[in-house]
Every structure is written in C-alpha cells, then in structure tokens.
C-alpha cells in the first residue's frame, strides 16, 4: 500500500461563483461607460485620458483594456448607452400611450420644457467631428440609428393596426423622419434657433393621423390704433 498521501478531492465549483464574477465584470464596465459618459459632457469627446476616464471610475488602466482595448472602443460604448437610455427613458415615459403622436407630442413638451437635449451632454458638433474622424463610430452610429428607426418602424405599425396613423404610411419611413426631426431639434437648440417645435410636432402628427382633425384658425390680428385717432 503507498505512503502517498491520498489526492485532494477537486473542489465543487460554488454556483454562485461564475454569476458573481460575471456581475463584478458588468459593473467595472458600466462604471468606466458612466465615468466616460460625466468626463465627455464636462470637458468634451477628446480632452479625457485614458487615466481620468479609469481614475474616475475607481479602476486601473489593465481594467480598462480588459473592457474596450482602446478609446474608440469605449466612445462606442458610451454612445450605445446614452442613446438607448435616452429611447429607453422615452418609451418608458410613455408606458401604455406609446404612439406616433405621443412620441411627437412628448418630444414637443420636452424641449419647451428645456428638458431636451439634455444640459449635461457632448455638444452635436462634437459628436459630429468624432463620427467623421473615426470610422468604428460613425459605423456604430449608423447600427444605433438603424436599430432606433426599426424600433419606430413597429411603434408606426401598431398604429396603423389600430387606425391611428395611415395605412399608406412606409413604417421605414416615418421612423427615419422621426429620427431626422429629433437630431434636427437638438442641432436647432444647440444653435440657440427659437421656433414652436410643439406646433412643428403636431403638425407631423396631423399629416400622418387616419383621421385628419380641422386645425384651428388662428386668431385674427389685431389692428393696432392710430396715433392721434378716434
């Protein structure tokens, strides 16, 4: 019989093991995308480093290139996460009304609110020149805007199921025009242009409604009174 000592019995892998550092993992990247998301709208897309970005975050550099491997990378990824949180807090606002006119209307509301676009944020041209130097974030930007204008293109077609929009209506297109209406409202806020855009969203909400409502007359203006008359 040997001396040996007898081999350790393998140790059972805890079940919680592999989900507690899936998590861990998850966090340490979502820290480094809020710490990206804070430093870009204070100081702009190419003024934080790698460093500030990690320093913020509570991590080192090694994490960082666990996560993304470079800069663009990460950009990419802070771009996916506001843009879905900014849709995803949309539809969330709207819960059970969402439609085409609710979209038009709260999009309407919002701006004249001064809720949109949001204060803390990059600047359009920023995001523009970033998009134009680097092509991962132009090519990520395009799969964001496909995916928001599919995602619009359902909301077009559940509405024409229920006969608030018209039938002859391309989905497609009307969620495109529903994306080139918000960009072109924060690029006009960006600039500082002042105009109703509440008027200017029910009037898209008018043009594609089933059923076509009269609109108002306007009131009629009011003479103003000669100087010196009766």
């Not at 320093?55 to 550099?61: M, N, Q, T």
């Not at 006119?101 to 609110?113: C, D, I, N, S, T």
């Not at 600047?123 to 092509?135: D, G, K, V, W, Y």
Request: net charge positive.
């Amino acid at each position: 019989m040997s001396n040996d000592p007898s081999p350790r019995r393998r140790a059972k892998a805890r079940p919680y093991a592999s989900a507690t550092r899936t998590l861990a993992k998850e966090e340490t990247r979502d820290a480094l995308i809020a710490a990206a998301l804070a430093l870009f709208a204070e100081k702009g897309l190419d003024a934080p480093t790698i460093d500030e970005i990690c320093s913020r975050a509570g991590f080192s550099r090694g994490a960082f290139y666990d996560h993304f491997g470079t800069r663009d990378a990460l950009m990419v990824e802070a771009m996916k996460s506001r843009r879905r949180a900014t849709f995803d807090g949309i539809l969330e606002a709207l819960g059970d009304s969402l439609s085409v006119p609710g979209l038009l209307e709260l999009l309407g509301k919002l701006v004249a609110a001064g809720s949109f676009p949001p204060k803390a944020g990059v600047r359009s041209p920023e995001f523009l020149q970033a998009c134009r130097r680097s092509q991962e974030l132009r090519t990520a930007q395009f799969d964001l805007l496909d995916e928001t204008r599919t995602q619009l293109a359902g909301v077009v077609r559940r509405d024409q199921q229920s006969g608030g929009v018209r039938p002859d209506v391309d989905p497609e297109a009307l969620g495109a025009l529903l994306i080139l209406l918000e960009a072109g409202v924060e690029l006009m806020a960006d600039l500082g242009w002042r105009y109703d855009v509440r008027n200017v969203s029910n009037l898209v909400a008018q043009l594609v409604a089933a059923e076509r409502k009269p609109i108002p007359p306007s009131a009629p203006l009011r003479k103003r009174p000669r100087r010196g008359g009766s």
